[in-house]
């Protein structure tokens, strides 16, 4: 069939918006209406090109809601008409991973995921007889996509497809970074730089928690307002600290942070987020991705002295499983969605919604279709 994709010909190239032929699913594949989908900081890392799986000419996009439109064989678990989110952490219920009840990284299909490819390791998509490659599993910068159905979390009919598609990434990797990585408890101190759709929902995540500090880094002073909406305490602009940032941030925390995250992909900020941490105790989680080649580093005395250095993927969810319960929140007004949501526009609009985010204007814009 004929779908309407923005394509990703090569890195640091403008998105085109184009015709594109999309096979149809085959066995254990779902194709779905993408309704909307919003652009995640980690599209922009990948379009940059210091992603080190990043593959051109390819259909980017990994923060979308859809209506399933029809199912493959051996397809058990949904059928048309079907609201999903798809997932780029897929959650096959079999593997190792699936299994160990440690770890929400499903690796049933992550080999042909990061090679841009379905599990039967070819791509659906094309142009021209070009093939293009899919990206996380998911590539829902296009109207139609095809996906696993262990890649589709399934979720209630009434959920308004332009806000949930945020909980296809941001909200739930946010909120879930701090209620299943690091299990913040009521009364700790919490630090969270970068004040993104992610580090946003990270201060969310505190608030229900029963966070005690929550203190909110960003060099962009415009994020102060919405931050204290979800519940920040104190706002520090590093460009504003006369000295080091850290000492500052361990002094205002009554020495260090239980918890200090790290939301922005700059390897510099993570050395900060561990440092800041309390001695003895304080652990520091990673949700940035940093461009390829980039590493981090610290005095292993930092570690020595107690302090842990750990990572978190899609906040550790599960989400065929949890991601209804998410949707259920926002639904409840247990969360807070709408607001992050600072623009909607037409597909056509789509690098638009790139600059935004770039310029620091935007938190997310919803693309509809
Ligand atoms: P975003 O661009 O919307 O937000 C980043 C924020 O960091 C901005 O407010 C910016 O002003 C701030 N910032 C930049 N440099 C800074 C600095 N030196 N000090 C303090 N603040 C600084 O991005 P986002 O969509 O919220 O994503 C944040 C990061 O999380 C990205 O690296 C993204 O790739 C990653 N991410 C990871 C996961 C995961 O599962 N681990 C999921 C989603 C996003
Ligand atoms: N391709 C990158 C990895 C990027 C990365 O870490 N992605 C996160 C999700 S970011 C969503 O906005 C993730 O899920 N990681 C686990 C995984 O299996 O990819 C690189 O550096 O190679
Ligand atoms: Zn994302």
Request: glycine share 12%; net charge negative.
């Amino acid at each position: 069939m004929k779908v309407k994709a923005a394509v990703a010909h090569a890195p640091q190239q403008r998105l085109t918006i184009e015709q594109v032929d999309l096979e149809g699913p085959k066995a254990g594949e779902v194709l779905v209406e993408i309704k909307a989908t919003s652009v995640c900081h980690t599209d922009a890392y990948t379009l940059s090109g210091a992603d080190p799986e990043g593959l051109f000419p390819a259909i980017l996009g990994h923060e979308g809601a859809g209506i399933v439109a029809e199912v493959g064989p051996e397809v058990k678990s949904l059928k048309p008409g079907d609201r999903v989110i798809p997932l780029y952490v897929p959650e096959c219920r079999h593997c190792k991973f699936c299994l160990s009840g440690r770890t929400n990284l499903c690796q049933a299909i992550r080999k042909t995921q990061g090679q841009g490819m379905m599990p039967d390791g070819t791509s659906r998509f094309s142009v021209g007889g070009t093939r293009l490659y899919h990206y996380m599993g998911t590539s829902t910068f296009s109207n139609y996509t095809v996906v696993p159905e262990i890649a589709l979390a399934k979720i209630r009919e009434d959920a308004p497809l332009d806000k949930v598609c945020l909980i296809g990434c941001g909200v739930t990797t946010g909120i879930g970074a701090v209620i299943n990585t690091a299990k913040v408890r009521v009364g700790d101190n919490v630090v969270v730089f970068g004040l993104g759709a992610v580090g946003l929902n990270v201060i969310q995540g505190a608030r229900l928690s029963g966070a005690n500090m929550i203190v909110g880094v960003d060099i962009n002073p415009g994020k102060k307002a919405i931050a204290e909406k979800l519940g920040m305490t104190h706002f520090v602009n590093p460009k504003e600290v006369e000295g080091d940032l850290v000492p500052y941030l361990v002094d205002l925390t009554d020495g260090g942070a239980d918890y200090a995250f790290e939301c922005i992909g700059n390897v510099n900020v993570m050395r900060q987020a561990l440092e800041c941490c309390h001695k003895g105790w304080g652990t520091c989680v990673i949700v940035g991705v940093a461009g390829a080649g980039e590493e981090i580093s610290t005095r292993p005395f930092q570690l020595v002295t107690g302090r842990t250095w750990k990572g978190t993927a899609f906040g550790g969810v599960k989400g065929r499983t949890e991601l209804p319960k998410i949707v259920d929140w926002y639904m409840d007004g247990k969360i807070i969605l709408d607001d992050f949501i600072t623009q909607v526009m037409p597909i056509e609009e789509i690098n638009t919604a790139f600059e935004l985010m770039e310029e620091g204007k935007a938190i997310r814009s919803v693309l509809t279709f």
